[in-house]
Structures are given as structure tokens and as C-alpha cells.
T-cell receptor
Framework: RKEVEQDPGPFNVPEGATVAFNCTYS??????FFWYRQDCRKEPKLLMS???SGNEDGRFTAQLNRASQYISLLIRDSKLSDSATYLC???????????FGTGTRLQVFP | NAGVMQNPRHLVRRRGQEARLRCSPV?????VYWYRQLPEEGLKFMVY????????ESGMPKERFSAEFPKEGPSILRIQQVVRGDSAAYFC??????????????FGPGTRLLVL
């Protein structure tokens, strides 16, 4: 079983739609969680950290469910510029490594 | 105020040749990480270095791959006798190195290696 699993997609949604991605992690020692965005053939860029209480940044909301070991990302009012691959990332405090999921591809169409 | 710089951005090698990938971290950052991304896959940790020290190389193949981060100059990821399976995007990231688990890693643009 992969340490971090994501639905690869693609998710094809129209502009203005709300879309949600989930990610599950297998290691209960994982303590820090992030969503990164990666555009085609570019480097990953930090989108937001994920806190137990949930956090919101504009149109983006991230949630963490420790009991079920999953993380979610909700994007409201999708824009064409949101088209990218969204990477779920966890840090294992025991190894201090970033563990990346394979990403979920989002395509927003006009 | 440059971010992480990597060069070359694209590298083509024939099987059996050597590939050298360079990474200059953000100014003031003392920690460097190398990741590999195979086509249609996520990034995989390879090695974590501080100046003149390899901290964790558990993700690096035991043979043909080596990494260094000298006191002066960029970090180098070296792949000897490349094979087709080495074709991938290699990303470098750097962080301040304060020892904080949630410390942000800043990624470079990557080097795309193609082995013919």
C-alpha cells in the first residue's frame, strides 16, 4: 500500500464549479500535512498547510481527519488558472521526510 | 532575491554516460533535498544534505548515484553510467535548516534528464 494515495483523476469541471479532492495516508506517525500545486512540467509549489481544525485560504479549504487518516482539499468557484495537478504531502516526524502522493489532475474548462 | 536554481534545465545523455545535476539553494539556506519524479508518478525523496554532510540518503539507489553539498558552490547530484530508467525530472529543494519539522521546502525548476 502506498504511503500517500490520491485519485489521479483527471477531474474535468466547468468554470465556477466546486471540486473536492481526497487523500489518504497510511502512516499514523504522520504529523504535518500540505497541499502542493504542480503545473505541467514545473516544480511543485506550496498551496497550503493543513491543520486539524481545518483552514481556509480564499477559495481553498483544507481539512484533516486524523481518525480516518485522510486529508481533503475543496476548491470553490473554479477558475481556468486552477488547472494543475494537486499533490498531497505528509511529513513523517520519525524520518522528517516529505512523502508525496502521485497527485490529482484538475482541468477546468470554460 | 533568487530562489532555488537548477542547471541544466534539460540534459540529454546516452546510455553509459555520466549526468551531473547542479542545485544552488536559496541564499541563506543550508539544507538541500533531491527528489526524482518519474513520468506520471509523484516525487520521491532521494537524499537530504547539509553543507559537507549527507544527512539521509535512504532514497538514493545504492549504485551509480551520489550527491554532495560542498562548503562552497552548488549541490551536485551525480549519476554514473546512466540507463534509460534514469530518465526523469530531478527536483532540488532547500530550506533554512532550523530543525523545524514544518519548515517549508522551496523547490527549484527541476532538471529533466533524458537518456537515449
Amino acid at each position: 500500500r502506498k504511503e500517500v494515495e490520491q485519485d489521479p483523476g483527471p477531474f474535468n469541471v466547468p468554470e465556477g464549479a466546486t471540486v473536492a479532492f481526497n487523500c489518504t495516508y497510511s502512516n499514523s506517525a504522520s504529523q504535518s500535512f500540505f497541499w502542493y500545486r504542480q503545473d505541467c512540467r514545473k516544480e511543485p509549489k506550496l498551496l497550503m498547510s493543513v491543520y486539524s481544525s481545518g483552514n481556509e485560504d480564499g477559495r481553498f479549504t483544507a481539512q484533516l481527519n486524523r481518525a480516518s487518516q485522510y486529508i481533503s482539499l475543496l476548491i470553490r468557484d473554479s477558475k481556468l488558472s486552477d488547472s494543475a495537478t494537486y499533490l498531497c504531502v505528509v511529513i513523517d516526524y520519525n524520518t522528517d521526510k516529505l512523502i508525496f502522493g502521485t497527485g490529482t489532475r484538475l482541468q477546468v474548462f470554460p | 532575491n533568487a530562489g532555488v536554481m537548477q542547471n541544466p534545465r534539460h540534459l540529454v545523455r546516452r546510455r553509459g554516460q555520466e549526468a551531473r545535476l547542479r542545485c544552488s539553494p536559496v541564499k541563506g539556506h543550508s539544507h538541500v533535498y533531491w527528489y526524482r519524479q518519474l513520468p506520471e508518478e509523484g516525487l520521491k525523496f532521494m537524499v537530504y544534505l547539509q553543507k559537507e554532510n549527507i544527512i539521509d540518503e535512504s532514497g538514493m539507489p545504492k549504485e551509480r548515484f551520489s550527491a554532495e553539498f560542498p562548503k562552497e558552490g552548488p549541490s551536485i547530484l551525480r549519476i554514473q553510467q546512466v540507463v534509460r530508467g534514469d530518465s526523469a525530472a530531478y527536483f532540488c529543494a532547500s530550506s533554512l535548516g532550523l530543525g523545524l519539522h514544518q519548515e517549508t521546502q522551496y523547490f527549484g525548476p527541476g532538471t529533466r534528464l533524458l537518456v537515449l
